[in-house]
């Protein structure tokens, strides 16, 4: 049956570690791309379409470019088209994805949060419309109680440094009702990216919500260590840094500020001097992280808006990016864990690669920067198109090769859709599945305390105490 009590689980250990230790735990989404606004004011939603596929103009784009595949017109996806009309091409293009990880996410949210039980199709259609639209009627349904619905007692968004964290701040008095965190992420793609158009009208932002003049690199240092303050102040943990490309280039901090210095002017910048300023304001940034006591994250190699068509009709996040090809990305990551490490700047951190071929040179580099604290370095987990079966199953066993896989943060959802929890779980159903065929192959003990122990960490405990939202 699709998606029955034991899928992916094919061992009784497997069956026994997901129902009696990973099943029942809380989660915590430690990257994500919710709306706190949204979340604040608690939202509801019209019908089906608008939480599943698209709310005026955001949506989930994994699902999108199936759609855009199936030959959808971009305004039954994307557009004004009709909400009932959308939802159909979702399921006509769903029944063409067998294998496809949306396929199996799309039934467990069914499942999971509607409660309907049929497969997804067009002889299904009408029926599920009409169950799911009744389901969403109903007065718990926002984006609260689907947030409390699957025991998530914390959510770490994705936000700008000029931000002024409006709806944490106010999040943070409903606590106590609401009975989750709502936790902002210091997230410097415009304070990084000195090469485009706006940067001078950005850091004229970052005086306004910083109270800092910003006219030259040392007060654009001392903007941005403001508000890794103020974010800290709300809560804040954690930083995520957009590495679709990076370069290491060191260079002198007068070079760095003659870069700033032009860049202000409006002059433009040699390739090489864009890389300069980066390398320099990452290490500054990783600094600031290090003393906060808070996790960096790195999401790289990563190809941005593809299409051109596409990116000039619809904008970014819209699903027309890809797998990064960036052959020396790992290289260029040691050269800045090296130098963080000698300058005492080293945060913990957590770095992904889109390209899986980066995976294994990550997992062993991570080895060669422990220390001081538990886990310093890990090797995060599938990340977007990696984000499935076979990718997850090869990122548990690869960190388990190249280091400690009972100290490893778990899963997030990395999602702009409030039905993503269920991700959680397929996460949890392959890591058991993982474990489970290792003891039949008489690589771990048969000591359920031992591996239940293991998989709960993962699951839940080793968020909870690694990153330190709870105090």
């Known amino acids: 049956m699709l998606l029955g009590d034991d899928f992916l689980l094919t061992t009784p250990w497997a069956k026994r570690l997901y129902h009696e230790h990973a099943e029942g735990m809380p989660i915590i989404d430690y990257h994500c791309h919710l709306d706190p606004q949204q979340i604040f004011e608690g939202k509801h939603f019209k019908n ?29 996806i994307t557009g004004d088209g009709d909400d ?14 067998p294998g496809n990880p949306v ?78 965190k709502v936790l902002p992420t210091f997230r410097p793609d415009d304070l990084l990216g000195i090469e485009k158009d706006g940067f001078a009208s950005y850091a004229q932002e970052l005086s306004r919500v910083s109270g800092i003049e910003v006219k030259d690199f040392d007060s654009l240092k001392a903007a941005a260590a403001q508000r890794v303050d103020f974010f800290h102040g709300v809560g804040g943990r954690l930083a995520d840094h957009g590495a679709n490309e990076f370069r290491f280039c060191p ?43 808070w996790t960096l994250q790195v999401h790289g190699n990563c190809f941005r808006n593809d299409s051109a068509v596409g990116f000039r009709k619809i904008g970014v996040d819209a699903g027309f990016d890809s797998v990064g090809a960036q052959p020396d990305f790992v290289v260029q990551l040691k050269a800045l864990f090296d130098s963080a490490q000698q300058a005492g700047a080293l945060p913990k951190t957590i770095v992904y690669s889109l390209n899986d071929t980066d995976w294994l040179a990550l997992a ?45 943060t778990g899963m997030l959802t990395d ?3 409030f039905l993503s929890y269920p991700r959680h779980e397929y996460f949890r159903r392959v890591l058991c599945n993982v474990l489970g065929e290792w003891v039949e192959m008489y690589r771990l003990p048969e000591d359920e ?23």
Not at 369 to 376: C, D, L, M, P, T
Not at 380 to 399: E, I, V, Y
Not at 452 to 459: E, L, S, T
């Open 103 to 180: 396929y199996e996410w799309s039934h467990a949210e069914l499942r999971r949060v509607f409660g309907i039980d049929l497969t997804i199709c067009q002889a299904n259609a009408k029926a599920i419309w009409d169950a799911a639209n009744a389901k969403i009627a109903e007065s718990w349904f926002s984006t609260k109680g689907l947030i409390k619905k699957f025991d998530v007692r914390c959510v770490c968004t994705t936000d700008n440094p000029a931000s002024d964290l409006k709806w944490h701040r106010l999040l943070v008095e409903q606590e106590a009702e609401n009975g989750f």
């Open 251 to 293: 260079s002198s901090d007068e070079a760095v500020a003659a870069i700033v210095a032009k860049r202000l002017a409006g002059d433009e910048l040699t390739a090489q001097e864009v890389d300069e300023y980066q390398t320099a304001m990452t290490l500054f940034l990783m600094g600031e992280y290090e003393c906060r006591g």
């Open 48 to 76: 089906l379409t608008e939480v599943w596929l698209c709310d005026h103009g955001a949506g989930d784009h994994y699902k999108w470019r199936l759609m855009r595949a199936n030959g959808t017109p971009e305004e039954l």
């Open 449 to 471: 305390a031992y591996l239940g122990r293991i998989v709960k960490d993962i699951c839940y405990n080793n968020a909870h105490d690694g990153f330190g939202f709870f105090g």
């Open 364 to 408: 062993s580099l991570c080895g060669s920067f422990q220390g001081g604290v538990k886990q310093r370095m890990q090797f995060g987990n599938a990340w977007w198109f990696n984000d499935n079966f076979s990718g997850m199953k090869k990122q548990l066993t690869m960190m388990a090769e190249q280091g400690l896989l009972a100290n490893f």
């Open 84 to 97: 009932y009309a959308k939802y159909l091409e979702f399921v006509k293009a769903i029944e063409a994805a």
């Open 415 to 417: 999602s702009r859709s």
